[in-house]
């Protein structure tokens, strides 16, 4: 008898630990950053949970009671200019709350774009393939995974080809803890870039850039 109670407590004590380890996987852990540092999740996927979920550490605040316009356009080397969304088409569609876009440059010429759009309305977000597929360009998408301290910021990554031109993107969403409330407000964090001189090394420019704005991810 005491045998049959010791592997019930047992059995008790073992599902109530998995059940505090699944509500701190849906919880940034602010234990766990030092003031002046942020806790996000990031995901894949804005509709769904995701396997690539993540809790990502930044020194940048991407909640939308404040605008995302603060964000740095000097950061590292790379030194950034604002560039306007001006398709009315475009913001007609989506209706973005906050709509951040900038191109980057190095010194030595190399160049991406960052867009950024803050939204408490799900109808701001749509797969970036869309808008290439539309515009006819030949797309293909795939998993991309930005090696940081703690483990890795995964992004989808569409690489589009039209004649000549070749871009390849990685994007990801934000949200301030794992609820996912689109009440709480959903960030799209975009990179785009020109291939320079090929696939691998602007992915490569791109991890770097991300690298800047994400310090660590959090087990």
């Not at 088409?89 to 906050?98: A, G, K, R, S």
């Not at 869309?130 to 797309?139: E, F, L, P, R, V």
């Not at 991309?144 to 080809?161: D, W």
């Not at 993107?169 to 409330?181: A, C, E, I, K, T």
Request: one cysteine or more; charged letters at 20%.
């Amino acid at each position: 008898m005491q045998n049959i109670e010791r592997r019930i407590l047992i059995t008790i004590l073992l599902l109530l630990a998995g059940g505090a380890a699944l509500m701190a996987l849906n919880r940034p852990s602010r234990a766990a950053v030092v003031p002046g540092e942020h806790v996000y999740m990031a995901d894949i996927d804005n509709w769904r949970q995701t396997a690539r979920q993540q809790r990502v550490v930044t020194p940048y605040d991407f909640d939308l009671g404040n605008t995302l316009y603060q964000l740095p356009l000097q950061i590292g080397a790379w030194q950034g200019i604002e560039v306007p969304q001006t398709s009315v088409e475009v913001l007609i569609t989506l209706q973005p709350e906050q709509y951040v876009r900038r191109r980057y440059r190095l010194p030595d010429g190399r160049y991406l774009w960052l867009s950024i759009i803050g939204s408490h309305k799900s109808k701001s977000f749509h797969p970036s393939e869309i808008c290439y597929s539309s515009a006819g360009w030949q797309t293909n998408l795939t998993l991309h995974g930005t090696r940081l301290p703690g483990g890795k910021l995964y992004a989808l990554q569409v690489i589009a080809r039209k004649n000549s031109v070749e871009h390849v993107v990685l994007y990801f969403y934000l949200w301030p803890d794992g609820q996912r409330n689109p009440a709480s407000g959903t960030v799209l964090f975009k990179l785009t870039a020109p291939v320079m001189p090929d696939a691998t090394h602007t992915l490569a420019l791109e991890d770097d850039f991300i690298r800047l704005f994400f310090q660590r991810v959090l087990r």
